[in-house]
């Protein structure tokens, strides 16, 4: 007949071989989300002047360059550590003013929206509470408008492109329950626009994920 330590000791280590396929199941499954949050784009004046002065104007330049983005997104978690994300996204729409002398404006306006999958590396730093940091790609639609007053003169008013480019992010994740947790995100988009500029979108968001039930 066994002892009774014998049995508990038999009894515990039953229980954490049984227990660890439960846990790393938790760890793992199918989430979604909403963020949104404010978008700034670093608009290239030294390029707008560049090319005005070469056709002879001189010029002073007013940038629009914040919006509000948001992002939808779906994931799965492998475990506790990494997961897999894509989504749709919409950074909004930027622009500038120049003035020219001779008399004139040039307008130009950029809407960029478009999708991305990305490696999610996590760290959990509390029960509930994980930092977590983000490489991927994004291919992105830019939607490029142009108009000119005055002695400023607009041959290709409405350019677009579509191209794919790096983006990568950082954020903190709380979970409030198994199923739903919040995000607080800092991340940067490489795009193209339609007339050769390359440049960074900067999203900062909150947003809602869901987990859905295993």
């Known amino acids: 007949m066994k002892s009774p330590r014998a049995s508990l000791t038999l009894g515990v280590l039953a229980l954490a071989v049984t227990a660890s396929p439960v846990a790393a199941a938790a760890d793992s499954g199918w989430y979604g989300g909403i963020s949104i949050g404010q978008s700034k784009a670093k608009i290239d004046d030294a390029r707008i002047t560049s090319n005005l002065q070469g056709a002879g104007f001189a010029t002073s330049i007013n940038d629009d360059n914040r919006d509000t983005g948001y992002k939808l997104f779906g994931g799965y978690k492998f475990n506790r550590n990494f997961a897999l994300e894509g989504g749709y996204f919409d950074l909004g729409k930027f622009g500038f003013t120049a003035t020219t002398v001779p008399a004139g404006t040039l307008s130009g306006n950029i809407k960029l929206q478009g999708f991305n999958i990305d490696a999610v590396g996590i760290l959990p730093i509390a029960e509930k509470f994980s930092a977590f940091g983000r490489a991927g790609l994004n291919y992105a639609d830019a939607k490029d408008s142009f108009s000119g007053t005055g002695a400023v003169n607009v041959l290709n008013r409405n350019p677009s ?44 968001s909150a947003g809602l994920v869901y987990r859905f039930a295993r």
């Open 161 to 204: 492109k579509s191209d794919t480019n790096l983006k990568l992010g950082l954020g903190l994740q709380y979970d409030f329950t198994d199923a739903l947790g919040v995000r607080l995100e800092a991340e940067r988009y490489r795009i193209n626009d339609a007339v050769g500029n390359k440049g960074d979108i900067d999203l900062m």
